[in-house]
T-cell receptor, first 113, second 111 residues
Framework: DTAVSQTPKYLVTQMGNDKSIKCEQN?????MYWYKQDSKKFLKIMFS???????INETVPNRFSPKSPDKAHLNLHINSLELGDSAVYFC????????????FGEGSWLTVV | AQSVAQPEDQVNVAEGNPLTVKCTYS??????LFWYVQYPNRGLQFLLK??????LVKGSYGFEAEFNKSQTSFHLKKPSALVSDSALYFC?????????FGTGTRLQVFP
């Protein structure tokens, strides 16, 4: 009965590869997010979607492409991976886009070698 | 623009003692403020939030936070710390369309 689930939890891949992280929420929320946590534990928003519509694209390289097939899913595809992409990527959701509690998944640890 | 600041990278406290993790905010208008906790290799868990009303907000695991408008602060507190409270704590403020997080404070509770 996990609320926000993302896969894979751990991912080790070589530079230049393309990889995807999947996210699903069963909370019935309208808004989903991708956050990036770097090695210093800083959290920054990357994208948000509201009812499958892109709302925020926070100056993320266009190698990162989110896709929301429906409002319960928000996947993250990354092309041509670079060493600097190594981080923890968190999917999250909230009932509406502003002022509400955000619920996070357990994170996907991406290591690019 | 909305922002939060967590002035301490780490807070150390002995088990059984009260703890405070500090947060100050800068917003235009009324703030929506949050505290989250992150245990090692886990996602962020919601602890509590302030929207309006009583300045003392009670949350999960015995934590509470005090909203102080004049000092623009929203400090996290607990009367008696447990070793299991050791984790990374994030303060956040709600922007127009996202949560904006502070830099995090590592809480270390010693037996």
């Amino acid at each position: 009965d996990t609320a926000v689930s993302q896969t894979p939890k751990y991912l080790v891949t070589q530079m230049g590869n393309d990889k995807s992280i999947k996210c699903e929420q069963n909370l019935g929320h309208d808004t989903m997010y991708w956050y990036k946590q770097d090695s210093k534990k800083f959290l920054k928003i990357m994208f948000s979607y509201n009812n499958k519509e892109l709302i925020i694209n926070e100056t993320v390289p266009n190698r990162f492409s989110p896709k929301s097939p429906d409002k319960a899913h928000l996947n993250l595809h990354i092309n041509s991976l670079e060493l600097g992409d190594s981080a923890v990527y968190f999917c999250a959701s909230s009932p509406v886009i502003s002022g509400n509690t955000i619920y996070f998944g357990e994170g996907s640890w991406l290591t690019v070698v | 623009a909305q922002s939060v600041a967590q002035p301490e990278d780490q807070v150390n406290v002995a088990e059984g003692n009260p703890l405070t993790v500090k947060c100050t905010y800068s917003v235009s208008g009324n703030p929506y403020l949050f505290w989250y906790v992150q245990y090692p290799n886990r996602g962020l868990q919601f602890l509590l939030k302030y929207i309006t009303g009583d300045n003392l907000v009670k949350g999960s695991y015995g934590f509470e936070a005090e909203f102080n408008k004049s000092q623009t602060s929203f400090h996290l507190k607990k009367p008696s710390a447990l070793v299991s409270d050791s984790a990374l704590y994030f303060c956040a403020v709600s922007g127009t369309d996202k949560l904006i997080f502070g830099t995090g404070t590592r809480l270390q509770v010693f037996p």
